[in-house]
């Protein structure tokens, strides 16, 4: 069931949205060559805490893991997709690019949202990469309107990427959210013609979240049970923004 979020409750994930938007804009210059990203974990978790809100990865049990995530952040560097796990042995150098992704419970709403930075300077192609998956889920969130269908949402992203020569991850998808992180709709960033095509109303919110290789599609997850990567070892970047479908066009929950 797809639930549908009245104008108050979309105030609340409003507010969820815009402290996850503080968080990583935080974050962003402690981006840099030679930190960790357990250095990133720890800020994060001040920040959330001094919200007076709490983590909505930590704790988060994965039923594929098999346990529970143990940090606020996942951050994913280079060839890993999502769900990379801070480190303080994992120290960023030039020419690496990592996904920040992170969410957060206030007042009982949930804010999700990720980013991918690159670190020092990065080769052209990198470049394109970041650009055409940020692109596409621009793209995506302006067919966010009521009166769509879902498929017009998951099919703009898959067009961009596939025609820009990168492909698209398939095991992790987006996901609806409000009182729950995980709600109804999945979200794939491909038409999935196995799946529903609800059409969009009005209080509906969407996380979505392209997922973008390089080279091939294929990821697999590591010994951790958490991180997965692209299995040719191919740079991949995310981004996520959470939109709310309204009588107005879409609204993007998690930037100003």
């Known amino acids: 069931m797809i639930v549908r979020r009245s104008a108050a409750e979309l105030e609340k994930l409003r507010r969820s949205g815009l402290l996850v938007y503080e968080i990583l804009q935080k974050l962003k210059p402690?981006?840099?060559?030679?930190?960790?990203?357990?250095d990133l974990e720890v800020a994060a978790e001040k920040m959330i805490?001094?919200?007076?809100?709490?983590?909505?990865?930590?704790?988060?049990?994965?039923?594929?893991?098999?346990?529970?995530?143990?940090?606020?952040l996942c951050t994913s560097v280079n060839e890993e997709v999502v769900h990379g796990m801070p480190s303080v042995k994992r120290r960023l150098r030039a020419g690496d690019i990592v996904s920040i992704d992170t969410g957060v419970q206030l007042n009982g709403y949930y804010g999700d949202s990720a980013i991918t930075i690159a670190i020092g300077e990065v080769n052209d192609s990198v470049k394109r990469l970041l650009k055409v998956t940020e692109e596409s889920l621009e793209l995506a969130i302006d067919r966010v309107r009521a009166g769509n269908r879902l498929f017009d949402v998951c099919g703009t992203v898959e067009k961009h990427v596939v025609s820009n020569g990168f492909s698209i991850v398939r095991e992790f998808v987006g996901h609806g959210i409000g009182t729950s992180l995980h709600e109804e709709p999945?979200?794939?960033?491909y038409v999935d013609r196995r799946g529903e095509n609800p059409r969009l109303k009005p209080g509906m919110v969407l996380a979505i979240e392209p997922m973008v290789n390089a080279g091939k599609p294929d990821t697999t997850v590591l010994g951790d049970k958490w991180t997965a990567v692209a299995k040719d070892?191919?740079?991949s970047a995310h981004f996520e923004h959470m939109v709310a479908v309204t009588d107005n066009g879409p609204w993007v929950l998690t930037r100003p």
């Open 186 to 189: 999945q979200i794939p960033n």
């Open 49 to 72: 805490t001094d919200a007076g809100a709490k983590p909505a990865f930590k704790g988060y049990y994965s039923q594929a893991a098999g346990t529970k995530y143990p940090y606020v």
């Open 30 to 38: 402690m981006v840099m060559e030679g930190a960790t990203t357990q």
């Open 233 to 235: 070892g191919s740079y």
